[in-house]
Nanobody, 120 residues
Framework: QVQVVESGGGLVQAGGSLRLSCVAS????????IGWFRQAPGKERAFVAT??????YYEDSVKGRFTISRDTAKNTVYLQMNSLAPEDTAVYYC???????????????WGQGTQVTVSS
């Protein structure tokens, strides 16, 4: 089993930046893809980005603005978010999967989420 814990959310003005962290513990971190998803009020939880040794994928609206990276020594995955816009406001979740996938259903282990609020 894998446990993941997110941190780094907060309130930021439009155009600003935040870096989210996802710390994983339990089974071998390097065997799992770590993904970021977000859920805005009244909407379904949606894919943002994911990373494993096989590469990284991004949702189209965040390409060029968000960067996902991993530090294996720290069992941590980061999501650097630049040029934030009000539509990025959501609860951001990290999750672990055996496969590099954009599909929410492929992820077995989820964190509690961290709130990101972007003011206009």
């Amino acid at each position: 089993q894998v446990q993941v814990v997110e941190s780094g959310g907060g309130l930021v003005q439009a155009g600003g930046s935040l870096r989210l962290s996802c710390v994983a513990s339990g089974r071998t971190f390097s065997n799992y893809a770590i993904g970021w998803f977000r859920q805005a009020p009244g909407k379904e939880r949606a894919f943002v980005a994911t990373i494993s040794w096989g590469g990284a994928y991004y949702e189209d609206s965040v390409k060029g603005r968000f960067t996902i990276s991993r530090d294996t020594a720290k069992n941590t995955v980061y999501l650097q978010m630049n040029s934030l816009a009000p539509e990025d406001t959501a609860v951001y979740y990290c999750a672990a999967s055996r496969r590099l996938s954009r599909s929410r259903g492929e992820y077995d282990y989820w964190g509690q989420g961290t709130q990101v609020t972007v003011s206009s």
